[in-house]
């Protein structure tokens, strides 16, 4: 019995730096995407200076890694090539079709100049970015506009109010029978 117990206990110190390595390890690897998910997805840091007249929207942080709902092209004059990503929200309601779009959806329409493509002359390409546009569901803060903020940004910085004033009376014209919103998801 006297030779079983130390065995045991090697054992279980065995044990216990095998466990230790191993949660080490997990940790290590794991880390660096927490940490990357953790700051990539938080809060950005803006002023009442980045956030549109009227509406308060500012440009989401890490919506360049939203996924795709539509591309799009504007015909002349702005001769644009557009792609409209949304949040989470916004793609689950996509996907179910639901109607109108639930409260925390947001869309971002990302715009650039139409150019033609250096390899390949039947292609266009973007060029120079023009525009960041968004969209924001809150029904109550944004009762007055079918429940959706607005914010258009040039260089990251809002546009006068007088534009912003024109967002919902285009899209209410325009797009009232589908909760306001003119982008359909991509087949």
Not at 21 to 50: H, K, N, R, W
């Amino acid at each position: 019995m006297t030779i079983a117990e130390p065995e045991k206990k090697k054992s279980l110190y065995t044990t216990m730096i095998v466990l230790t390595v191993v949660v080490l390890v997990v940790l290590l690897t794991c880390m660096p995407y927490l940490v990357t998910i953790a700051f990539a997805e938080g809060p950005a840091e803006q002023s009442a200076a980045d956030a549109s007249p009227i509406f308060g929207v500012t440009i989401p942080a890490g919506y360049k890694r939203w996924e795709l709902i539509a591309p799009a092209e504007e015909a002349a004059p702005l001769d644009e090539l557009r792609a409209v990503v949304g949040n989470q929200i916004a793609i689950d309601a996509y996907q179910a079709g639901k109607l109108p779009f639930p409260d925390g959806t947001i869309l971002v329409k990302r715009a650039w100049k139409r150019k033609q493509s250096p390899e390949f002359a039947s292609a266009t390409i973007p060029g120079a970015a023009t525009t960041v546009q968004v969209m924001v569901k809150d029904s109550r803060k944004y009762s007055a506009t079918g429940g959706w903020g607005f914010g258009r940004f040039i260089n990251g910085k809002p546009v006068d109010e007088a534009q912003h004033r024109t967002c919902f009376a285009c899209h209410d014209a325009r797009a009232k029978s589908r909760d306001y919103v003119f982008t359909r998801l991509a087949p």
